[in-house]
């Protein structure tokens, strides 16, 4: 199975902060990566496919880049619905789909 | 609108079997290019494949889990059922079900999800 790393595991953050989170494939992956929002107790929710692809509904402050085996996530100004999980997603493999650990988005 | 939510026991014993039960609404599981799929994740830890059932009920299985699970359309046009045989302390979690949805012409992400359903395996 293709591993995959986030950093960091947690950030704490401002409202109207830049966050950029990193995720790292253990293999090549091309631009097969997604990238999901989770809040506690809700459902994850897809925000970014083919590793730059912004889902229909999603808000501009979301953009992501990458291929291969790096890529981020950045959000340009958080504002207070962000604080959330968010998780990196391969589906080079699909459907052996694997995901990134993680990483919580939280208030400072 | 599409969603999904899932349903089931919260608790288990050891060894027993896991039936869970997704029920969506807003699309069609008989239409071409469909499918569910079942996701768990432990506590504290990351989200995980479990299996995927597509529209012309051709089936993929974790190849971790093996034999242990099945995926297979409810009798009810609008569910699938998922079971996870000789159930084990180490599979609890939330498990989730979420439709395979058509992006860029690749059937490869999921999205909705359901909101997950939590399973305690404890005797």
């Known amino acids: 199975d293709i591993q995959m790393t986030q950093s960091p595991s947690s950030v704490s953050a401002s409202v109207g902060d830049r966050v950029t989170i990193t995720c790292r494939a253990s293999h090549n992956i091309d631009t097969w990566l997604g990238w999901y929002q989770q809040r506690p107790g809700k459902a994850p929710k897809l925000l970014i496919y083919?590793?730059?692809n912004l889902r229909g509904g999603v808000p501009s402050r979301f953009s992501a880049t990458g291929s291969g085996t790096y890529f981020t996530l950045t959000i340009s100004s958080l504002q207070p619905d962000d604080f959330a999980t968010y998780y990196c997603?391969?589906?080079?493999?699909?459907?052996?789909?694997?995901f990134g650990p993680g990483t919580r988005v939280d208030i400072k | 609108q599409i969603t999904l939510k899932e349903s089931g026991p919260t608790l288990v014993k050891p060894t027993q079997t896991l039936t869970l039960t997704c029920t969506f609404s807003?699309?069609?599981?008989?239409?071409?290019?469909?499918?569910v799929g079942w996701f768990r994740q432990p506590p504290g830890k990351a989200l995980e494949w479990l299996a995927l059932i597509y529209w012309d009920d051709e089936k993929r299985y974790s190849p971790s889990l093996g034999s242990r699970v099945t995926i297979s359309k409810g009798s009810s046009r609008n569910q699938v059922v998922f079971t996870m045989a000789n159930m084990d302390p180490a599979d609890t979690g939330t498990y989730h079900c979420a439709r395979l949805v058509n992006l860029e012409l690749h059937l490869r992400w999921f999205d909705p999800w359901g909101q997950g359903t939590p399973v305690i395996v404890s005797s």
């Open positions: 807003g699309f069609s599981l008989s239409s071409s290019a469909e499918g």
């Open positions: 997603q391969q589906v080079d493999t699909f459907p052996r789909v694997t």
């Open positions: 083919d590793a730059s």
